[in-house]
Nanobody, 118 residues
Framework: QVQLVESGGGLVRPGESLRLSCAAS????????MGWYRQAPAEEREMVAV???????KYAESVEGRFTISRDNAMNTVYLEMNSLRPEDTAVYYC????????????WGQGTQVTVSS
């Protein structure tokens, strides 16, 4: 089982930036995908950005060009740099890990609140 610990959420004003971090520990496969999902009140959880261990990245259309996902594979950490934040980005952000080709081997973080409000 992989444990995920997120940090970096908070309250910011529209147009400001935040950086989320997620540190993974436990038995971590070298072939994996890590990323960020979010869930706003009364909404379903949605993918924000994911990064594969061999390089490719994928973004939701709503954050393309504003958010950047990065990984430090040596530290088993994934980051989400969020710029030009909007009120509609307000949600609980969850870190996610999944071992490639093993969909049953996945973990979620506890979530961190991001609130964008003037």
């Amino acid at each position: 089982q992989v444990q995920l610990v997120e940090s970096g959420g908070g309250l910011v004003r529209p147009g400001e930036s935040l950086r989320l971090s997620c540190a993974a520990s436990g038995i971590i496969s070298s072939a994996n995908v890590m990323g960020w999902y979010r869930q706003a009140p009364a909404e379903e959880r949605e993918m924000v950005a994911v990064a594969f261990s061999d390089g490719p990245k994928k973004y939701a259309e709503s954050v393309e060009g504003r958010f950047t996902i990065s990984r430090d594979n040596a530290m088993n950490t994934v980051y989400l740099e969020m710029n030009s934040l909007r009120p509609e980005d307000t949600a609980v952000y969850y870190c996610h890990y999944r071992r490639l080709h093993s969909p049953w081997d996945e973990s979620w973080g506890q979530g961190t609140q991001v609130t964008v409000s003037s």
